[in-house]
């Protein structure tokens, strides 16, 4: 008895068929720079997807922001705002999960400020950019050098929180404000804590960026971005 195997035809890919034909005296070069250009506008639109696709998880998980510092404006009072460090460790975590990356970047001006631009990477090569302009900031005590940082450092601030479309609220005592989670929203909260199997470091850390000490303590107002952030993990798998 003979043994038949089947054979499994294999085709070939965009490149290698560029590789090939760029052998072939008979195509033109025209020809094969056109092939190349539909190749990469194929791989463009590809990490253009993939983009999408994880900016819009991301986003499910991104919290409100507590503002945690304050600015004292004089005799107009205090403004409180979030600071870029509480900013960075709240979001650069979910960033890396999800294979995004923050740069900034300045131009040069011919007038006082600053003109920064942020650009967010993805790991598929995709990326996007807004750019914001901040005129110095003199405060009390500053110099013309420490004005421009100062400006910098809220533009900074103000396109992380535009890029990525966060909602900061005021004041870390909030939660003592509006109330907490209903009980019901906390029974549910655990519920899908116990399904994800989060172990007490990944439960402290959900907390931490959610802005409680414990589950029954989670303001109202974050009710909805616990329930995304969950959601989030159970969807990737976590």
Known sequence: ?????ELTRVEPTVLEVIRELATDDRVSVDKLAGLMALQERAEAKQAEREFNSDLAMA??????ISKDAVKDMGAKGAIPYASYEHLDRVIRPIELRW?????????????????????????????????????????????EIQAIGSAESYARRYLTLA?????????DDDGNMTGYVTE???????SLISELGMDAAAVSTFLRIIGAKTVEEIPATHSRTAFNLLEGRRRKGK
């Open 184 to 190: 019901a929203e906390a029974r549910d909260i655990q």
């Open 99 to 143: 294979g995004f990356c923050r740069i900034f970047t300045t131009a040069p001006l011919d007038k006082p400020g600053t003109l920064m631009t942020v650009k967010l990477l993805h790991k598929g090569g995709h990326v996007i950019s807004s750019t914001r302009f901040m005129p110095p900031d003199p405060g009390p005590g500053r110099n």
């Open 1 to 5: 008895m003979s043994e038949t195997k």
């Open 163 to 171: 890029i990525w479309n966060i909602v900061t609220v005021g004041g």
């Open 59 to 64: 986003m499910a998980e991104m919290p409100t």
